[in-house]
């Protein structure tokens, strides 16, 4: 029998072994040194002035909604996204007012968004959806004339680029994360990146309690004149990343670029199987834009019965995302957006990680093949009949 093939993998090696061996050696693995290398390479990687490194992205959303002000305010979003992206919104005290997609990228609509925007509109919060790039030269000009904060939702989107510059980087914050699944993983965790000092600041005091001056900054080792003594001077969180996943995310850091060309290779192999498949489309990819292929993401008639027929051969699948705006925790925030009503039930992820072979991505392009090629045989079978 042949060996389920997963839709997603992390790839994991000796020197992420070594990486989590040696922290716990150390016998510090909270924060500390590693976590401060890994906001420091990862600032440098995005090329912005301040990395915060944090046990989530929706810590990072949090946190970064809360530095907006954004509490009594609206907040312009996508529905096709994560949960957690709105729930973030809500816990900053901020109103979410969902936007439309675009129907071949899952993308913000613009237009739609700018329709949307009001006097109590603070904040844009833009997910670039599996790693393709919103277009963000007009939601940047959008923002700048109506005085928003742009916060990027790069979870999906680490080494994916804009024009040339690293997604995360082009707002006024980013947020990444690295769960399991992700391009490069810590286990958990999550990145806040920003080039404003002040928010930067504000984040490294919220993330420990609101303290103002965390334990490795008190007690590390050798350090002179010790004090125990610190500040509170707000309500804060424990949102810290430990030293234990900040050694994995530096040893992930080294093979990101290669995992991600590997997962271009393959996207590039989905696109080129189903281009004479006009049932079965891969999502766009725009020419302003390097994606860091996340997910692969096609859109099929029958997508149900697509993941039945794709399980029932040993193939994950799964669908990104149930729109937030049909959930219930979300109702008194819901509208009517035509594309993403219409798409979302079209919409299916399939095999895609940097540990996924071509034999394997053979297996997936031919089950679903299969599957389009008996869909066509039951309805001129129904058309006969």
Not at 284 to 294: G, H, M, N, P, T
Request: proline share 4%; with cysteine.
């Amino acid at each position: 029998m042949e060996e389920r093939i997963r839709l997603f993998r992390p790839a994991f090696g000796e020197a992420e072994k070594k990486a989590l061996c040696d922290t716990i050696d150390s016998m510090w693995v909270g924060r500390g040194p590693q976590s401060i290398a890994f906001e420091e390479r990862f600032a440098e990687y995005v090329g912005v002035k301040h990395a915060v490194a944090l046990n989530s992205a929706t810590a990072a959303l949090h946190l970064g909604l809360v530095c907006a002000e954004v509490e009594g305010q609206e907040v312009l979003t996508s529905s096709l996204t994560w949960v957690s992206s709105t729930e973030s919104i809500l816990l900053a005290g901020g109103r979410p007012v969902f936007c439309d997609v675009e129907a071949d990228t899952l993308n913000i609509d613009v237009e739609d968004m700018e329709r949307k925007i009001t006097p109590t509109t603070r904040a844009i919060v833009v997910t670039h959806y599996g790693g393709q790039a919103c277009d963000m030269d007009p939601i940047l000009e959008l923002a700048r004339a109506h005085g928003l904060t742009v916060i990027e939702d790069a979870a999906h989107a680490c080494g994916g680029l804009y024009k040339g510059k690293s997604l995360g980087s082009l707002g006024d914050i980013g947020c990444f994360s690295f769960q399991a699944t992700k391009n490069m993983t810590t286990g958990d965790g999550g990145m806040m990146v920003t080039n404003d000092e002040a928010i930067a600041t504000r984040v490294r005091k919220l993330r420990w309690c609101g303290i103002t001056k965390p334990t490795w900054e008190r007690f590390r080792p050798g350090q002179i004149n010790r004090s125990w003594v610190y500040e509170v001077e707000e309500v804060g969180y424990k949102y810290e990343m430990t030293d234990l996943a900040a050694a994995l995310g530096l040893a992930q850091m080294d093979r990101l670029e290669q995992n991600n060309e590997r997962r271009r290779e393959l996207m590039a192999g989905y696109r080129e199987a189903f281009a004479d498949v006009p049932e079965v489309q891969p999502l766009a990819a725009r020419d302003y834009a390097l994606s860091s292929c996340y997910n692969a993401v096609i859109r099929v008639e029958g997508r149900d019965e697509l993941y039945a027929h794709l399980d029932a051969d040993g193939i994950d699948s799964n669908v990104h995302f149930y729109p937030n705006h049909l959930l219930k925790i979300f109702r008194p925030y819901t509208t009517r957006l035509p594309v993403t009503e219409e798409v979302w039930e079209q919409i299916l992820s399939v095999p895609l990680h940097p540990l996924l072979t071509d034999v394997e991505q053979r297996r997936v392009v031919a089950s679903i093949r299969s599957f389009v090629q008996g869909a066509q045989g039951s309805s001129t079978q129904a058309v006969a009949g």
